[in-house]
Structure formats: structure tokens, C-alpha cells
């Protein structure tokens, strides 16, 4: 089946400086969206992104389809951008969303 | 705006129980979603529907069951609970093949 890999695995930053979070995965995505969770919060959509790239605020994210890659890039972060960074692909147009594992981000004042 | 309300917040059973978890929706979106996040973990597609009285098993459908009786809600059931399987379980739903998905805030699920 679909598979989703997503790195690093955990990143601790201090305030200020930029992240860059990976997210591969095995088949042609149709859909592709990249998420936040607070830890113990719900989700939410960052963007919804199949292909190019989207910027709001301080946040980017560039997905190359035919890569079979998704980045999601953080400038100048803060210590309110903890938290969990999920990666989430559909590959064959039947509405099966697939997750990633996530990327557990800390930032420190 | 619309709202996904899942029902209830927190879920207390005890092992072997057949336990019952709903989620309505009013944002008329056709796709509704069942995944259970592990603590820690990410999210495991358990059942979804492409519309009205469909099912779709996901990657963890064993030991579940769904339903979905009309448009704006989708149960899942658990049909014999476990302690292995306590965790979180989220409700989303999507408009269709363009569409964002949006999620409740979850049913904690605890076995005894």
C-alpha cells in the first residue's frame, strides 16, 4: 500500500531559527496535505498542497509530484510552532488518506 | 464555517465491551473518516465513506465496525474492546477529490 515517510523524526530548534520538514512518499499523490497538532489538540490543515508551492506566514511548502516529495519549511520560528507536523497523502484518487508518521518540532526560547 | 462534534470526549469501557463512538457533521461534506492515533503515533486510517451508506475498510478495520446511515454522521463501533487498543480516535470529513480535510476533536478511549 501507500506509503508516507516523514523526517526527521524530531527537531529542537531555538527561537528564531528555520526548519525544514521532509515528507516522501511511494506513489503519485493526488492529494497532499500538510497538518499541525498541539500536543493533546486537534488537527489542523496547513495547506493543501498536490503540487508547487503555497506560502502563508512564515510557513512554505513546495511538493516536486513527480519526486514523489513534500517539504514543509518553518522561517524564523517560534516557541509557538511546538508541536506535531503531519504529512498526509491520497494516491489513487479512491479518497484513502494516508498519514505519515509526523515530526515532533521544539522550540526554544 | 461548519463543525465536526464527536461524541463523547471521553470513553470508559471494559475489555470485551462493545463500545459505540459518533460524529456528526454540518459542513455537507460527502467523505467522513474514522482514524485512531496511538499516543505518540500518527494517525491510522481505521473505515471511511465515500458517501451515504458506503464503507471503505481502512489499513485497521479489524475489530470494528461502521456506519453510515445518512449524510452529516458516521459511527464507528468497537466491537470487542481491548487494552492494546486504547488511544484516540478522530472523526474527519472532506467535500470531495479537492477538498481539504477537517477533524474533530477526538474520543479518548480508555479500557479496563
Known amino acids: 500500500g501507500q506509503q508516507v515517510q516523514q523526517s526527521p523524526a524530531s527537531l529542537v530548534l531555538q527561537e528564531g531559527e528555520n526548519a525544514e520538514l521532509q515528507c516522501n512518499f511511494s506513489?503519485?499523490?493526488?492529494?497532499l496535505q500538510w497538518f499541525y497538532q498541539h500536543p493533546g489538540g486537534r488537527l489542523v490543515s496547513l495547506f493543501y498542497?498536490?503540487?508547487g508551492t503555497k506560502h502563508t506566514g512564515r510557513l512554505t511548502s513546495t511538493t516536486v509530484t513527480n519526486e514523489r516529495r513534500s517539504s514543509l519549511h518553518i522561517s524564523s520560528s517560534q516557541t509557538t510552532d511546538s508541536g506535531t507536523y503531519f504529512c498526509?497523502?491520497?494516491?489513487?484518487?479512491?479518497?484513502?488518506?494516508?498519514f505519515g508518521a509526523g515530526t515532533r518540532l521544539k522550540v526554544i526560547a | 464555517g461548519g463543525i465536526i462534534t464527536q461524541t463523547p470526549k471521553f470513553l470508559i469501557g471494559q475489555e470485551g465491551q462493545k463500545l459505540t463512538l459518533k460524529c456528526q457533521q454540518n459542513?455537507?461534506?460527502?467523505?467522513m473518516y474514522w482514524y485512531r492515533q496511538d499516543s505518540g503515533k500518527g494517525l491510522r486510517l481505521i473505515y471511511y465513506?465515500?458517501?451515504?451508506?458506503?464503507?471503505q475498510k481502512g489499513d485497521l478495520s479489524e475489530g470494528y465496525d461502521a456506519s453510515r446511515e445518512k449524510k452529516s454522521s458516521f459511527s464507528l463501533t468497537v466491537t470487542s474492546a481491548q487494552k492494546n487498543e486504547m488511544a484516540v480516535f478522530l472523526c474527519?470529513?472532506?467535500?470531495?477529490?479537492?477538498?481539504?480535510?477537517?477533524f474533530g476533536s477526538g474520543t479518548r478511549l480508555t479500557v479496563l
Open positions: 498542497n498536490p503540487s
Open positions: 498526509a497523502i491520497e494516491a489513487t484518487g479512491n479518497y484513502k488518506y494516508v
Open positions: 459542513f455537507n461534506h460527502d467523505t
Open positions: 474527519a470529513s472532506s467535500g470531495g477529490s479537492a477538498e481539504t480535510l477537517y
Open positions: 506513489s503519485t499523490a493526488t492529494r
Open positions: 465513506s465515500i458517501t451515504e451508506n458506503d464503507l
